[in-house]
């Protein structure tokens, strides 16, 4: 097969079928991406995948590539630089610390659908380093599309695992999978109170699809996370032995549901449930990495914040966002010391 380089584009202009939707997927080649793009290509939807590989990786393209309505562009999404006929769908499905405001404006001429995928962690009280990024920018759109007439909506998931799965996302059953690839599943502790609410690759896809095709979804949140949280000691005995508990319906133990604000929203609204049971999903997932002789790293670097790139507008928004959330500050006024001094004397006296 040629190089992925080959299907870059070159220039501006791409040639798109007329009559047929097109999407435009920001981290096509990451793990989410790249299984968006043949989905939404198996619904013979056209693609034009934007990515700069500081994250994916052009192997996840292989199959994507082979499609005459996939259209791959090398270059950051602040940068990017196309003037298609028409722009039905935007999905921003990557790790952050880009200028927004290019996207933005391309949705608004175009009039396009847009969805952004962030994290179900940035309901936390403390935000992780990492994901404040992406609470601007969850801010950054909301404030843009009331301003524009924008059709955006946002959604949150869950830690996702599959084939392709990178490893950086801090979760159960990721360092379960990890440690099963490179035989220490053994040497993995599992208390019997660590749960995972971790949904299968195919699920998360079908939610980001609803999130955006739905009618009735703009200006919204939707959360994307397993309704019943997995015991993570139970997903450890199906990875020592995926097959023993395929032939024995292995079902997972019924546990109390996990609150979040907005999930079900996604259920109820967008008819949305995971359909991959966990034996199976684990069982798919070993089997591409093993088939494909791909070794997780053994000791992957955290991940860390890029650094933030911000246009002048970006600025502006940025400054607008924190006046309207900032919490007024309180000043105290120091006591003058004489009455100090008096109050002293008479706690004195009255002793």
């Keep these: 097969m040629p190089e992925i380089d080959e299907y870059i584009i070159k220039k501006e202009v791409i040639k798109l079928a007329r009559n047929t939707p097109v999407a435009l997927i920001v981290g096509v080649a990451g793990f989410l991406g790249s299984h968006l793009s043949e989905s939404l290509l198996s619904q013979n939807i056209q ?60 949705a608004s001429d175009f009039k396009s659908r847009i969805v952004l995928v962030t994290s179900i962690n940035l309901y936390a009280a403390n935000i992780p380093e990492n994901l404040k990024w992406f609470k601007y920018a969850e801010n950054h759109i909301a404030s843009f599309a009331k301003q524009n007439n924008l059709n955006a909506r946002i959604l949150r998931l869950s830690a996702v695992y599959g084939p392709r799965m990178h490893f950086r996302e ?31 690759v195919s699920d998360a896809v079908a939610l980001i699809i609803k999130t955006i095709m739905k009618g009735y979804t703009a200006q919204k949140i939707f959360d994307g996370a397993l309704p019943q949280p997995i015991k993570v000691s139970e997903a450890k005995e199906v990875l020592l032995d995926p097959v023993w508990h395929e032939r024995r319906g292995f079902t997972p133990s019924a546990l109390p549901p996990w609150q979040t604000p907005n999930l079900q929203k996604s259920i109820s609204e967008l008819h949305w449930k995971p359909e991959t049971n966990l034996v199976n999903g684990l069982k798919k997932t070993l089997a591409y ?45 120091k006591a003058p010391l004489k009455f100090l001094q008096i109050i002293g004397i008479v706690l004195i006296f009255y002793g």
């Design 170 to 200: 801090e979760d159960p059953i990721v360092d379960l999978i990890q440690s099963a690839l490179l035989d220490e599943l053994q040497k993995q502790p599992t208390s019997l109170d660590f749960s995972t609410r971790a949904i299968y």
């Design 289 to 333: 990495f093993k088939e494909n002789e791909i070794l997780p790293p053994s000791d992957p670097e955290p991940t860390l914040p890029k650094k933030q790139e911000y246009s002048v507008e970006d600025r502006e928004e940025a400054e607008k966002i924190k006046k309207v959330t900032k919490k007024p500050k309180i000043e105290y006024k």
């Design 47 to 106: 693609v034009i995948g934007v990515d700069d590989f500081s994250g994916g990786k052009k192997d996840n393209l292989n199959d994507a590539v082979r499609d005459k309505n996939f259209h791959l562009i090398n270059s950051s999404a602040s940068d990017i630089r196309i003037d298609p006929e028409r722009l039905d769908y935007i999905f921003i499905i990557s790790e952050g610390g880009w200028s927004l405001q290019r996207l933005l404006n391309l």
